[in-house]
């Protein structure tokens, strides 16, 4: 069979909505971060794929998930990254969660309401948290708030994609009966630009996924280490930046991600924002110590 890397899109980390490992996150890190990226990005380019039977893709992800659990080496993704979580003496657990959303990528098409899609964000997008919180060895106390932030990116994704999933793959994220109670189905989808309908589902789900970016806050605070911090403190900056975009913007005709400059500039707020947070936590400690 075909190695599973042929069907790559070409998106680097550079490419992603959200920093994957930024100069934030310690260089001890980012290596086994690169390559659970990259694992990610292979499985998630398959599910993504046009041309590509749902058959196929599942095939493809079972093998690329065999090589993961050394089996062989015939996905270099995968291969890299049981090497490199076997030097830590870590488990493929978030990797193996995250293969089961892209079968489900490959297989479902429509998501019945908003508890569907949580149930698909379990595994699409709180493992990549989870994850990134056991490389730096924090606490397992830190994952509700961390699967929150997850799943609010993800939705995210999801609205800013919307038209294009539909489009390109038919594949439908918004929930239907979130569609339903404004009365359209998922071709409204399909339309050059978002009906007065339309938009409101919409927005309604970008307001429910700040809700969940409000749960998630105190992560930040929570996690020991003072760099990951800082970096969650980025992300969740540009999710709140984008959530309040797509509560006013139609993401079918105009645009709905942020340029490289806005980045930039809501990274760096967000930094400072985030030293300053930091610092005020340390305060009372530093009093009570003298």
Request: one cysteine or more; hydrophobic letters at 45%.
């Amino acid at each position: 069979m075909t190695d599973a890397s042929v069907f790559r899109s070409g998106k680097t980390h550079r490419d992603e909505n959200f920093p994957v490992t930024s100069w934030l996150i310690h260089a001890r890190h980012r290596a086994l971060i690169l390559a659970f990226y990259e694992f990610v990005r292979c499985a998630d380019d398959i599910a993504d794929h046009a041309s590509l039977s749902a058959q196929q893709k599942v095939e493809l992800l079972d093998r690329m998930e065999a090589d993961l659990l050394g089996a062989g080496d015939g996905s270099p993704e995968a291969a890299t990254l049981r090497r490199a979580l076997a030097e830590r003496g870590m488990p493929p657990r978030h990797a193996q969660d995250l293969l089961k959303a892209f079968r489900f990528d490959a297989t479902k098409l429509r998501y019945r309401d908003w508890d569907d899609l949580m149930g698909y964000c379990a595994y699409s997008a709180m493992p990549v948290g989870r994850f990134v919180l056991d490389v730096h060895g924090e606490s397992r106390a830190t994952w509700p708030a961390s699967d929150a932030i997850c799943a609010a990116l993800q939705i995210i994704n999801h609205l800013q994609d919307c038209a294009a999933d539909y489009r390109n793959l038919d594949r439908v994220y918004i929930p239907l009966d979130a569609l339903a109670a404004c009365g359209i189905g998922v071709e409204a989808l399909g339309a050059a630009k978002a009906s007065p309908e339309l938009r409101r589902c919409l927005a309604r789900l970008a307001e429910r996924t700040g809700a969940l970016l409000q749960q998630g806050d105190a992560l930040p605070n929570l996690v020991e280490d003072w760099r990951l911090a800082l970096e969650i403190s980025v992300i969740q900056t540009l999710a709140q930046r984008l959530t309040r975009i797509l509560t006013k913007r139609d993401p079918l005709s105009e645009r709905v991600h942020l340029g490289k400059l806005g980045v930039a500039g809501v990274s760096l707020l967000a930094v400072l924002k985030g030293v300053a947070r930091r610092a005020a936590l340390q305060r009372p400690t530093s009093a009570a110590q003298r």
